[in-house]
């Protein structure tokens, strides 16, 4: 096995003048980290917020919840005290073994995504003592937003008053900085003009003219957000996901994404959490093409976990059209993840539903037909500023559930067919190698939001309304309703999935060929070959028989439904207008 290069060997590819000098000063944050840490020190009174010291290995039972902080609102409580009391009392917090809490520190804009201060929690929200409370429920997932930071924090205040080092923690760009190839993840101008002592300065702004891009290049900045790093993992954080980790390098006359820079940056914090807390995981956000996607686990050296972003515009594609074909073809040529790796799965999130991730994927005319379908069902779009002017189609904003109507909006829909397309897009996305991960908004349900669209007029909050108690136990309150169906189908496939061997994120998976262009089937196989799940999936408007005994990897005698009955003498399953069946063999 070849040797790991050591913290200045890595730190050379960012810094070759610094870094000697820079590796020192790490290591010093690391042995700092280490002495607070009972993983390492055994002094837990040194922690300031319960850290759960023995994380757990990956298993089925590792199903992540997407929610934002304060997404249950009301009187009384905090919201994270809320969300806590509600995972208990609906008894979720059996069915999810990680809570994925979007950004919770105080912002000023992006829902969030614009952070204020990186080591507060906002008070709307709670204080770090709730997040420590739900810790002792669920495992935990933060998001580190190291690409850029508000214009109201106090980094940039200092920048503003030329204060050092913050005069260096911010990109100014210049007539010297070559930016026509810059790629552009949204139709707003890359650069922000704005007065500081110094006189005026064009500062980078990738996402919003309130989201300032911070300075890699600069290694004081470098060292301040591993301070963060470390510290969102001692606060107990499991899993840690770098937001827009694609933009986070900028070299004049590049695309400014995906730079080598980029990659060894994220092979350092890797190093760096790995040193203090070995059982964190890093997961990366890159909402771009799936070969760009997957390069971010590097040589099993980089990231822990990758988004599967050609998932959710498959899934909802296949529907469109009443057939599989090319998710089939995608899933068919996914390569297993490096050793010590694995994919994250997900079909909606507080974002909407990206299409750059289908580059190359699907026809240019099917990728149309899906855009127009998505409007016909109350979706919006948001767009992507290309080097030539031209805006282009980048995301979906969507309710996932909405997104698989079998109508129109202008059109009734029949709700069971309505939610069983849904729940066998969920029921595809748990069964697939990797670790799963479900919104809040799919697992009750919700449809789109417009009014919140329109009045705030941010796109991206047509799935993100937020609930009071109450607001929440009554959309799912009736079973008969789209919601109610959805909701309580969600939890049955929740408790069968955490039970079955064959799910766990490094099994096996295999794509069976020849299947009709309506129908998926794919098998899991446990690491120890006890178990076989056939999964299978019918995105066509019609019944079909599927002759399910002969799609098993081995000569399989013992066959079971985990969802549905199977036919024992003739093997075979009927399966409904966008339905779905998991087969177990052992």
């Not at 600069?218 to 790093?229: I, K, N, S």
């Not at 203090?276 to 686990?297: I, K, Q, R, S």
């Not at 290309?386 to 709700?415: C, F, H, W």
């Not at 995105?539 to 079909?544: N, T």
């Amino acid at each position: 096995m070849p040797k790991s290069p050591s913290l200045a060997e890595r730190l050379a590819v960012l810094y070759p003048d610094h870094a000697s000098e820079l590796a020192a000063r790490i290591e010093s944050l690391i042995e700092a980290k280490r002495q607070e840490s009972p993983t390492t020190s055994g002094d837990a009174s040194a922690v300031e917020a319960p850290t759960k010291v023995h994380r757990p290995a990956l298993s089925e039972r590792d199903v992540v919840l997407i929610t934002y902080a304060d997404q249950i609102c009301g009187n009384g409580s905090s919201p994270l005290a809320k969300l806590s009391q509600w995972l208990r009392d609906t008894e979720l917090d059996e069915l999810f073994g990680v809570v994925h809490l979007l950004p919770f520190c105080p912002w000023s804009s992006d829902d969030g995504f614009s952070v204020i201060d990186y080591l507060e929690v906002d008070p709307k929200a709670g204080t770090w003592d709730d997040i420590a409370k739900l810790s002792e429920q669920v495992d935990l997932m933060f998001d580190l937003v190291l690409n850029h930071i508000s214009q109201e924090s106090d980094w940039f205040r200092r920048y503003k008053q030329g204060e050092e080092p913050f005069t260096r923690y911010f990109i100014e760009v210049d007539s010297n900085f070559d930016t026509s190839q810059v790629v552009r993840p949204r139709s707003l101008p890359l650069v922000t003009s704005l007065m500081t002592t110094r006189g005026t300065r064009d500062v980078w702004t990738t996402f919003s003219d309130d989201q300032m891009d911070l300075n890699y290049a600069e290694p004081d900045l470098m060292v301040a957000m591993l301070d963060v790093l470390l510290e969102y993992a001692k606060r107990g954080a499991r899993i840690i996901r770098l937001d827009a980790i694609a933009y986070l390098w900028k070299t004049s006359g590049t695309t400014c994404i995906h730079l080598p820079e980029t990659h060894a940056a994220v092979k350092l914090m890797r190093d760096v959490v790995t040193a203090v807390y070995p059982g964190t995981l890093l997961l990366t956000e890159t909402n771009v093409p799936h070969a760009e996607n997957v390069a971010y686990f590097g040589d099993g050296d980089e990231a822990h976990m990758v988004y599967q972003f050609s998932l959710p515009p498959l899934l909802v594609d296949a529907f469109v059209h009443g057939d599989a074909v090319w998710l089939k073809k995608w899933l068919s040529e996914l390569a297993p993840p490096p050793p010590g790796c694995t994919y994250f799965n997900f079909t909606a999130s507080h974002d909407g539903i990206g299409v750059r991730p289908l580059e190359g994927l699907v026809p240019d005319d099917r990728f149309n037909r899906m855009v127009d379908a998505m409007r016909d069902r109350g979706g919006l779009v948001g767009t992507r500023r290309q080097p030539d002017g031209a805006d282009v189609p980048y995301e979906l904003n969507i309710s996932y559930v909405d997104a698989l109507s079998p109508t129109a909006m202008t059109r009734k829909s029949d709700a069971e067919l309505h939610a069983r397309r849904f729940l066998t897009t969920q029921a595809v996305m748990l069964a697939l190698q990797g670790m799963p991960a479900v919104y809040i908004h799919s697992l009750v349900g919700s449809q789109n939001d417009t009014a919140g669209a329109t009045e705030s007029g941010i796109n991206r909050r047509i799935n993100r309304r937020k609930f009071d108690r109450q607001g929440i136990d009554a959309q799912v309150a009736d079973i008969t309703s789209l919601s109610g169906m959805i909701y309580s189908g969600y939890k049955r496939l929740l408790a069968t999935r955490c039970e079955v061997a064959a799910f766990h994120p490094e099994a096996d998976q295999a794509v069976v060929a020849d299947t009709p262009d309506e129908v998926l089937a794919f098998t899991r196989t446990s690491i120890d070959g006890k178990q076989e799940v056939l999964v299978l999936a019918n995105f066509g408007d019609e019944p079909i028989s599927v002759k399910a005994i002969d799609m098993f990897g081995k000569d399989r005698k013992k066959v079971r439904g985990l969802l549905e009955n199977i036919e024992q003498k003739t093997g075979s399953v009927e399966l409904p207008p966008g339905g779905c069946a998991w087969l177990l063999a052992e």
